[in-house]
C-alpha cells in the first residue's frame, strides 16, 4: 500500500511555507491554511450576513443571527447574567471549532481538529483562563474549591488531592474528546473508503452505503463536539465565577 | 423606527410563519428526539471513559514528577494512581448524577440534580 493510501496520512502536516524563529520551527502548514480558511469563513459569514441587517432577516442574515442567539442563550443558561462579558470568547471558540470541523468534511482538506495539539492548546488556555478568573474573583477563597462543604476534615487529606486530580483532568478531557472524535470519525471513514477500492464492483457499494451513511454520523459530530466543547467552557466558567 | 414597509414585511413573516408551523411537527416532540439530543449511548460510552482516562494519565504525571522530585520512585505514582482513578470515578458520578458536566458537589448541584433527577441524567 503506497504511503499517501495510510488511512493516517490525511492527518500528516506538511509544511508549506517553512519559518523558523531562534529554535522553533513556526512553519506555515497545511494545518495553518485551514484554520485561517476557517476565520476568514466565518468572518464572511458574519460580516457578509449582517451587512444588510433588515427587521425581518433573509436566509443568510437568520443563519448568522441563529448561530449569536444560540450561544447567547447557552452562556446565558448556563453562566447566568455574570457570563456575558465572557460572550465573544465562547462564540469565538464554539465558531472556530464548528466550522474546523466541517471544513475537514471537505474530501482533500485537512481537519486541524483532529490534532491533539490544536485542541489541547485550546483546551489549555481555557483552563488557565478560568484558573485566573476563579483566583482574581474570590482571592484565597478559590481554594476551597477542593475541599467540599460538609465534609469531615479528616477526609481533607484523601480528598484534596483527588478534587486537585479530578479539576486538572480537565483540560484532557475537553481536548481528548474533540480530537478522538474528529481523529477516529476520519480514520474510519478513510478505511471504509479503501474497502470500496479494494472489495471492487462486485461488493463495493457494501462499505460505499456505510460511508454514506457515515458521513452524515460525522457532521452531526462536527456539530456535537462544537456544542460540547462550548458548553463545558461555560460550565468551567460558571465554577470559577460562582464557586460553591 | 418601525415605518410600514417593515410592518408589511413583518406580518408576512408572521403568516408564512404560521403556515409552516402548521405542517411542520415540533422537532421536540418527535420520538428519538431526546436520544439524539444526548449523542447517545455511545456518547456516553465514550464521554465516560475519557473522564476516567484522563484523571489517571493525570495522576501518573503527578506521581511521576513528584518521585523525581522527591526521590521515592516508585510509591508516590503508585498512591497517585490509585487516587486519579478515584478522581476519575468522581468524574463519572458527577457526570452521571443529574447535572451533565458539572464538577465540584456544591449546594447550587444539589438542588440542580434534584431538579434534574428524573431526566436520567446527562
Given at each position: 500500500m503506497a504511503a499517501g493510501q495510510s488511512p493516517l496520512a490525511q492527518f500528516e502536516i506538511k509544511p508549506l511555507i517553512p519559518m523558523k524563529l531562534g529554535e522553533i520551527d513556526i512553519s506555515f502548514t497545511n494545518s495553518s491554511v485551514f484554520m485561517v480558511v476557517t476565520v476568514v469563513s466565518i468572518s464572511l459569514f458574519l460580516i457578509m450576513g449582517m451587512r444588510r441587517a433588515q427587521l425581518v432577516p433573509g436566509r443568510w442574515q437568520s443563519m448568522a443571527e441563529l448561530s449569536y442567539v444560540f450561544i447567547a442563550n447557552l452562556v446565558r443558561d448556563t453562566v447566568g447574567t455574570q457570563g456575558r462579558p465572557y460572550f465573544p470568547f465562547i462564540f469565538t471558540i464554539f465558531m472556530f471549532v464548528l466550522v474546523g470541523n466541517l471544513w475537514g468534511m471537505v474530501p482533500y482538506s485537512f481537519t486541524f481538529t483532529s490534532h491533539i495539539v490544536v485542541t489541547f492548546t485550546m483546551a489549555f488556555v481555557i483552563f488557565i483562563g478560568v484558573t485566573i478568573i476563579g483566583i482574581v474573583k474570590h482571592k484565597l477563597h478559590f481554594l476551597t474549591f477542593?475541599?467540599?462543604?460538609?465534609?469531615?476534615?479528616?477526609?481533607?487529606?484523601?480528598?484534596?488531592?483527588?478534587?486537585?486530580?479530578?479539576?486538572?483532568?480537565?483540560?484532557?478531557?475537553?481536548?481528548?474528546?474533540?480530537?478522538?472524535?474528529?481523529?477516529?470519525?476520519?480514520?474510519?471513514l478513510k478505511v471504509f473508503a479503501g474497502f470500496v477500492i479494494s472489495l471492487g464492483i462486485a461488493a463495493g457499494w457494501l462499505p460505499l452505503v456505510f460511508i454514506?451513511?457515515?458521513?452524515?454520523?460525522?457532521?452531526?459530530?462536527?456539530?456535537?463536539?462544537?456544542?460540547?466543547f462550548a458548553i463545558l467552557t461555560c460550565l468551567y466558567l460558571n465554577d470559577a465565577l460562582h464557586l460553591h | 423606527m418601525v415605518d410600514n414597509n417593515d410592518r408589511d414585511a413583518l406580518n408576512a413573516l408572521d403568516s408564512r410563519l404560521k403556515n409552516a408551523r402548521d405542517h411542520v411537527q415540533d422537532p421536540l416532540n418527535q420520538p428519538g428526539a431526546e436520544k439524539a439530543e444526548k449523542g447517545g449511548a455511545l456518547g456516553l460510552a465514550f464521554r465516560v471513559s475519557v473522564e476516567?482516562?484522563?484523571?489517571?494519565?493525570?495522576?501518573?504525571?503527578?506521581?511521576?514528577l513528584l518521585d523525581g522530585w522527591l526521590e521515592t520512585t516508585p510509591w508516590l505514582m503508585v498512591v497517585f494512581i490509585v487516587l486519579g482513578f478515584a478522581?476519575?470515578?468522581?468524574?463519572?458520578?458527577?457526570?452521571?448524577?443529574?447535572?451533565?458536566?458539572?464538577?465540584?458537589y456544591t449546594e447550587r448541584d444539589e438542588q440542580a440534580g434534584d431538579k434534574a433527577g428524573t431526566d436520567e441524567g446527562n
Open positions: 477542593f475541599m467540599p462543604p460538609g465534609v469531615p476534615i479528616y477526609m481533607a487529606p484523601l480528598l484534596i488531592p483527588i478534587e486537585i486530580i479530578s479539576y486538572l483532568s480537565r483540560p484532557i478531557s475537553l481536548s481528548v474528546r474533540l480530537f478522538a472524535n474528529m481523529l477516529a470519525g476520519h480514520t474510519l454514506v451513511a457515515l458521513t452524515g454520523l460525522e457532521i452531526v459530530i462536527a456539530f456535537l463536539q462544537a456544542f460540547v | 476516567i482516562v484522563s484523571a489517571v494519565a493525570i495522576g501518573v504525571g503527578i506521581g511521576w478522581a476519575g470515578i468522581l468524574n463519572v458520578y458527577r457526570l452521571a448524577t443529574g447535572f451533565g458536566y458539572a464538577a465540584g
